[in-house]
């Protein structure tokens, strides 16, 4: 059935396309009133987006095209999250769009957020690879923008290159669902429960596609935006919406294919031994090599980058028992290391520290090292929980837990020589928008049962 | 406030905390006063506290109990009982104290107060959490404002060797978080209430043997005792003296606490069973702390060895519960309350060895025209150091006394108790050859330590000199404040 009638659900995603296509096609007109029109719509679409996810919010899951892209809690719950990071990153953007009417890659950044959106409502392979595609396309013309600040533009092809071995990573992924399932839909390509038993090394091996593809966007990208980059305006530029945006919508697509292919929401306990160990290796894995990595290159971009890995190691360890009550903290790690990543990026475009800003920058540091009172500690505690819970081997608990110590260390490290460094007072101005995100660490962690209830509730998926 | 005693003395330090951020780096009078108003207030709840404690009752008394995170089944639960009193009296006293000694101190005061001051709320958090989850925040709190207070106010060539206690810091809490997750999935009662766990034994009941020793080594970790204490001496060594004294005088009681606070009650049967392990773990560091005493001519050195061999003295005291075995209930009592007051007497005993130095100075720069003031001082020094040898009459002379006299009840830990007075004997003739260096002022000894950080030292020195001395002959004042408690703690161990 073709559930054309659903589309009145889609209207936000709709009048994001609507700004696209705006800029798009009259990015060369330059009268005033028709600007003004462009900025109104823009404002008018974000307000519009926010005020129908939030009334939609909890309503009841559909689906549109054939059932290709669907809309249910937890596409609305991602949808929020992922206009956030983009108006977190992107308001001086904004701002200067707003005020002069002209923009650099706006455009780019609007397409990215669209396909991320809509990755997260794609049901269909095809659906997903499409937006999948969308969003490297829109990443490597922002990309190409930047290759005249880099001396060697070789690095350009490299990550164009790592891009395209992604998406080839991520077809074959997909081809081996469908030749498991024989569909092509997330929500009907349920494995039975004894083909999972019979065989979870196959699965183990398609996780492993799958998390590759989706998830080295999250763990290669970082390394190569950053690490033959000696222009700090590149990654800073580019370590913005554009990389954290895909980033968390793959994560979200990962857990609505996994919730489709394995039945394990449905049914608790489920879960085969071996993919428990291969998805916690995988995980722990990870976390060992960033540290590796870091050991060896011990500049503070690098221990940014490693951070970031190390807590996706951390999150996609959730994914080894797939509880509701493990993806619900993996969710809300994702969104407390975006926000905290998000303060730290934008606390490192002022060389100069000032006391406010050396404050500021502890209470992120403090929760990247997940001190009590902080949302990493209140995400870990509940993650190791949630796998002990879960049914993962204590040994396995306490070799997550040795492998995040090192992180806990050079942060600490950090922390001591911040405030060895002299404070400038007199004209630093302080960031608001990392000020609230201090400000927001801080508030996640007072009411994170709220948080957690609603990050919970919104764990329904269309079926 | 009358009715929530304990939670005003728990947020007091948090707002200050808050409050000391907020203030310029500049206004250091400022800093210094609001963290005296804190302590201070923190002082004189705990009086409150003293005064409206029913000495008679064994149970849970101030009790605030808040449903905190239902969907974990986390409460907000603080309490008190004799212990934990003791060593709240014991938290605060010192960082009274602290905030004074210094008053002086040179650069980085706000840094210094902050530090000081979510310390302060971590411990005095630890001290009354009866909630596992709560004690977990607040352990992590105190480890890590400690860590930074140690690394921020040494000498930045030592920073390595802080790296110690960095490390031991980390896996001890790794290991006391891996045991409350072990604890919340084993035990049928969903939630960390501390209370709800202790009163069903049989919740516990398959994870005795590896709950027992994941606490006791996540606890013992940053604990002064061998072998456990590399990192003690890079950690204490370089410090000013107020990161010393917070260090050495209280921060080296947490695990002692975790271990009576949590261990014993949770894990009763291995508590029983591998009762000699500590009483191995007190007498091994008796004989290793009283020989380091012996042969360092450096102060600074004697008093962090000093430190551990008062400590070593507490687990020999808990090692008299291996006579619950055998019934004999009075033995056990004995041990554990001397274990009480030990770690008491020689947090208070600390404070005042680590400001010996600067006693030493003073007494020296009294001219003889002054008078009977540099004797008064120089009687003050020697009254110190006769504490410390636990001259009868003194606090810690009742407090050691009680622990030999437990663990000597029974066979099996009675050579101990004989082995362990050598260490006595070694310790004692090293104070004795530090009086008579400072007597005649020789050289044997090397005093060198950074006085200018030290203010208001004879006023401190004096004052717990005064309450070691009078506690000391007078014990039945302690020993009423803590004897119902630790007579149901035992009760209990003994039902179960």
């Known amino acids: 059935m073709n559930n054309f009638l659903s589309l009145h659900y889609f209207i936000p995603e709709f009048i994001l396309l609507l700004n696209v296509f705006c800029l798009f096609f009259s990015s060369e007109i330059k009268q005033r009133h028709l600007i003004k029109i462009r900025q109104i719509l823009l404002i008018v679409s974000v307000v519009t987006f926010v005020a129908l996810n939030l009334i939609r919010w909890f309503d009841h899951p559909c689906g549109l095209f054939y059932n290709s892209f669907v809309h249910d809690p937890f596409s609305n719950m991602f949808s929020i999250i992922l206009l956030c990071v983009f108006l977190i990153f992107e308001l001086p953007e904004l701002w200067k769009y707003w005020s002069s ?22 049901n269909s392979t095809i659906g997903l690879l499409l937006c999948i595609g969308l969003i490297y396309i829109g990443n490597s013309i922002i990309m190409n923008r930047f ?50 038993l019979e065989s979870p090394f196959n699965f183990c091996f398609l996780t492993l596609f799958l998390i590759l593809g989706l998830g080295l966007f999250g763990i290669i990208l970082p390394f190569r935006t950053l690490h033959e980059d000696h222009h700090q305006t590149y990654h800073v530029k580019y370590y913005g919406s554009s990389y954290f945006l895909p980033f968390i919508a793959l994560f979200g697509s990962l857990i609505r294919i996994l919730n489709g292919i394995f039945p394990m929401i449905r049914n608790y306990g489920a879960v085969p031994g071996e993919y428990m160990v291969f998805v916690i290796g995988l995980s722990i894995c990870l976390i060992a090599g960033a540290n590796f990595y870091y050991f060896k290159k011990k500049t503070i971009n690098d221990l940014f980058v490693i951070s970031l890995i190390i807590h996706y190691g951390l999150i996609i360890s959730g994914l080894a028992v797939f509880t509701k009550e493990a993806l619900t903290v993996s969710i809300y790690l994702i969104i407390s290391t975006t926000i905290i990543l998000a303060g730290i990026i934008l606390l490192q475009k002022s060389d100069k520290i000032s006391t406010q800003s050396k404050l500021i920058k502890t209470v992120f540091y403090l929760g990247l090292i997940g001190m009590p009172g902080t949302p990493g500690f209140t995400g870990r505690f509940l ?76 764990l329904v998926f269309f079926n | 406030m009358g009715n929530h005693l304990l939670l005003t003395i728990l947020g007091l330090p948090v707002l200050g905390t808050f409050i000391l951020i907020l203030i310029k780096e500049e206004k250091s009078s400022v800093l210094k006063t609001i963290s005296a108003v804190v302590t201070g207030l923190q002082l004189w709840i705990v009086i409150q506290l003293i005064t409206n404690f029913d000495k008679s009752a064994g149970y849970l008394q101030f009790v605030e109990h808040f449903s905190w995170i239902n969907l974990l089944n986390i409460d907000f639960v603080i309490g008190l009982n004799g212990i934990n009193l003791l060593f709240l009296i014991l938290s605060t006293v010192i960082f009274f104290s602290t905030v004074f000694i210094s008053w002086q101190l040179g650069n980085r005061q706000k840094s210094f107060f902050v530090l000081m001051m979510l310390l302060n709320s971590g411990i005095t958090g630890l001290f009354i959490a009866f909630d596992l989850f709560l004690f977990l925040m607040f352990y992590g709190i105190s480890l890590f404002s400690m860590f930074l207070l140690i690394t921020l106010f040494t000498s930045k060539s030592e920073n390595i060797n802080n790296g110690y206690f960095g490390i031991y810091a980390l896996i001890s809490f790794c290991l006391i978080t891996i045991g409350i997750l072990v604890i919340n999935n084993q035990s049928p009662l969903s939630g960390f209430n501390l209370n709800a766990l202790a009163r069903n034994p049989e919740a516990l009941m398959n994870i005795q043997t590896g709950g027992f020793f994941i606490f006791l080594i996540g606890f013992l970790l940053i604990a002064p005792v061998v072998p456990f204490h590399t990192w003690l001496v890079p950690a204490a060594g370089n410090s000013i003296a107020s990161v010393s004294i917070l260090l050495l005088a209280l921060f080296s009681k947490i695990s002692i606490f975790g271990i009576l606070h949590i261990v014993i009650p949770l894990f009763p049967q291995s508590s029983i069973q591998f009762a000699l392990i500590f009483g191995i773990l007190g007498l091994v560091s008796i004989l290793y702390f009283a020989f380091c005493v012996f042969s360092f001519p450096q102060y600074r050195k004697i008093v962090i060895y000093f430190t551990g061999f008062l400590n070593a003295f507490i687990y020999l005291g808990l090692s008299a519960l291996l006579s619950i075995k055998h019934q004999n209930l009075d033995a056990a009592l004995t041990g554990l309350n001397g274990a009480v007051i030990q770690s008491i007497s020689a947090g208070l005993l600390i404070v005042i060895m680590v400001l010996l130095p600067k006693i030493r100075r003073t007494a020296q720069d009294r001219t003889p025209a002054s008078g009977s003031n540099r004797w008064a001082v120089m009687f003050m020094m020697l009254m110190v150091l006769l504490a410390g040898i636990g001259l009868p009459g003194f606090l810690n002379f009742i407090g050691q006394f009680l622990c030999l006299s437990g663990a000597f009840h029974m066979l099996s830990t009675r050579i101990f108790s004989v082995i362990a007075l050598l260490g006595l004997i070694l310790v004692g003739v090293q104070f004795f050859k530090i009086i008579r260096s400072s007597i005649q002022v020789t050289n044997e000894f090397d005093f060198t330590t950074d006085l200018s950080e030290m203010s208001n030292e004879v006023i401190i020195v004096a004052v717990i000199l005064i309450a070691l001395l009078l506690l000391g002959i007078f014990p039945e004042t302690v020993l009423q404040m803590i004897d119902r408690s630790v007579y149901s703690l035992i009760e209990y161990i003994t039902v179960i």
């Open chain 1, 383 to 458: 993650l190791l929980r949630a796998l002990y819970n879960g049914g993962v081997s204590l040994w396995l608990i306490v070799l997550i837990i040795i492998s995040i110590l090192p992180i806990i260390y050079f942060y600490t490290v950090e922390i001591i020589s911040l405030h060895r460094i002299k404070t400038v007072h007199p004209g630093i101005k302080i960031l608001p928008v990392p000020a609230f995100l201090a400000f927001f660490t801080i508030l996640m962690v007072i009411y994170w049962e709220p948080f957690i209830q609603l990050i919970t509730k919104s």
């Open chain 1, 101 to 122: 009417g002209y923009t650099n890659d706006l455009l780019q950044k609007l397409i990215i957020l669209t396909a991320s959106i809509l990755l997260l409502e794609a």
């Open chain 1, 147 to 196: 290759s005249h600040l880099n001396t060697d533009n070789s690095q350009i092809t490299v990550d164009l290159t790592i891009q395209i071995l992604l998406f080839g990573l991520l077809f074959f992924g997909f081809s081996i669902v469908y030749g498991f399932t024989g569909s092509l839909y997330f929500h009907t390509a349920q494995l039975p429960a004894a083909a999972l």
